[in-house]
């Protein structure tokens, strides 16, 4: 191995590192230092440590504790340094040494070497309801996700700076008015759920279908969402619209790989090999959706899961319950209406009354959907079936102009190419 | 942790409330402060007069005083009084404000403690 291989190496476990124990650190930080800058500080200077340590001594065989390590000794240093943190050093240090890790657990799903209702806690804090929407999204992205600003901000389709504004105006307020880091009260809990339902299935998004370069699926944050929604789920054993979430994140998980050719190319839901889902997921997702719509009390998530439900459950394409697909659309429409789902609801009814009608209801959200490429690349697929061609390129064209995610583009530029 | 609470809504809509309904809901208002005063959540605070006995005065960054009459800003809803609160933190704070029982809309804000 030359230097550059073994670095590169490095760079790639470490990142791979740092996505999985980033937020756990940061959460368990959060806690003993009350101070959201410095623990994410922290776990950058480790982070830096690590690259500056690995390539010459090798990668440690628990990189999540060596990490963790550091961050706690550099924290423990920082507070001897820092005057205005010098008296807390005695009350906090202690707390902070204390912080260990348990050995071999690095995976999502256990409770893991810390804390296992920190990243909860920080969560709720993030998602707390003296903070916008926008900075409790942005927050629980950068903080709990990891992710950068600029993917942060691509998420939101608004400038990076307008994104790092929030983030540090929602971190002063936290700070300044005290926003406690805490679970809520069982009196709380309901209403403080639905923001972080929202925020928990932009982040499994963000995962499933990521949008920022050479990782064109990263698993990871799914996996890490849906582990938070099943966390959420055991907290809130009653709450059918946190398991309609997790019954839909783990329906979109166990058909995760057949969605990607071993290449990273899309496989579009009809060319699927129905095969390689994972039917014992599936058959588990349903289950646990059974019992969310047995409480009486429907709400979006739960909508979408049957949705998927229906596809997942389907021997093929053709065979998909269409009439089933479109009539739940029609509910989730009227719980939430969105242009984003209208264009769904178009293509299933497509399929269930012709592309006509399909391509008719897709064009009624021209002005809403023109800047979102996949209005344009459903608008071309429509508009090939019935075939006007000339039509098709020009919409596939402007989706292609708008996309961002890789394996999307290399999509539309072999529809492109075909014909 | 302290924070400012300043209690604000619409005087045309207060003035339209009839007389009992206005002393019930000032009997209601004065036993929940009662009751949080004694706990020691409520540190101080007071009703204001009508924003119609507000003067302001404005200094501009070269000294000059102007004195005006009305508040510093003309809105419908209007500050008509504030409390000092002693709490744990902002989700106790909220906790208690919640208990103010007429219609308002309270601002809940840190006191800058040095």
Not at chain 1, 154 to 164: D, G
Request: charged share 30%.
């Amino acid at each position: 191995m030359t230097v550059e291989q073994r670095s590169a190496a490095v760079d790639e476990r470490l990142a791979t590192t740092v996505r999985e124990e980033r937020s756990r650190l940061v959460a368990a930080l959060v806690r003993v230092l009350r101070d959201w800058d410095i623990a994410e500080e922290l776990v950058q200077e480790a982070t830096v440590a690590a690259l500056e340590t690995w390539p010459r001594d090798g990668i440690p065989e628990n990189p999540g504790a060596w990490l963790l390590t550091t961050a706690r000794r550099r924290g423990i240093d920082r507070l001897r340094r820092d005057t205005r943190y010098r008296e807390r050093l005695a009350l906090i240090g202690a707390e902070l040494r204390n912080l260990t890790t348990s050995g071999s657990d690095t995976g999502p799903g256990t409770s893991g070497p810390l804390d296992a209702d920190d990243r909860l806690r920080l969560i709720f804090t993030c998602c707390h309801p003296a903070l916008s929407r926008e900075a409790q999204v942005a927050l629980t992205l950068r903080t709990i996700a990891g992710l950068e600003t600029p993917a942060v901000a691509r998420a939101f389709l608004v400038p990076e700076a307008t994104v790092a504004q929030r983030i540090v105006r929602a971190k002063r307020k936290i700070r300044d008015a005290r926003i406690p880091y805490r679970v809520p009260e069982p009196a709380e809990l309901p209403a403080r759920l639905a923001q972080v339902l929202t925020v928990l299935y932009l982040v499994f998004n963000e995962g499933y279908l990521a949008s920022d370069g050479e990782l064109t699926e990263r698993r990871e944050l799914s996996r890490d969402a849906e582990w938070l929604g099943s966390l959420l789920v055991r907290l809130m054993p009653d709450e059918p619209e946190a398991l309609g979430l997790l019954a839909l994140m783990r329906l979109h998980l166990a058909r995760a790989d057949a969605r990607f050719t071993s290449d990273g190319a899309i496989v579009l839901l009809q060319d699927q090999d129905r095969g390689r889902w994972d039917r014992v997921a599936i058959e588990d997702a349903t289950q646990l959706l059974e019992g969310a719509l047995r409480m009486q009390r429907p709400g979006p998530y739960q909508l979408q899961a049957a949705i998927i439900a229906c596809h997942a459950g389907a021997p093929s394409y053709a065979a998909t319950d269409w009439e089933e697909v479109v009539a739940l659309y029609d509910q989730l429409l009227s719980l939430q209406p969105s242009p984003v789902i209208a264009l769904n609801r178009a293509l299933a009814l497509a399929e269930l009354r012709g592309p006509e009608e399909g391509l008719a209801a897709v064009i009624g959200l021209e002005e809403r959907l023109d800047s979102y490429h996949l209005f344009h690349a459903a608008r071309g697929v429509l508009l090939r079936r019935v075939g006007r061609v000339g039509e098709a390129r020009r919409a596939e064209e402007r989706a292609l102009a708008l996309a961002t995610n890789p394996a999307e583009r290399r999509l539309l530029e072999e529809r492109l190419a075909a014909n | 942790m302290k924070y400012m609470v300043l209690i604000a809504g619409s005087e045309d809509d207060r003035a339209a409330i009839p007389e009992a309904d206005r002393m019930q809901a000032y009997a209601q208002i004065r036993t929940w402060w009662n009751e949080e005063s004694a706990a020691g959540r409520i540190v101080e605070g007071y009703e204001l007069q009508p924003t119609e006995t507000a003067t302001t005065v404005r200094r501009d960054p070269t000294g000059n005083l102007t004195v005006t009459d009305g508040p510093f800003v003309e809105a419908k809803e209007s500050v008509g009084g504030y409390a000092i609160i002693d709490v744990a933190d902002l989700d106790e704070a909220i906790a208690l404000v919640s208990g103010w029982p007429a219609e308002a809309t309270l601002e809940i804000r840190p006191v800058l403690e040095s």
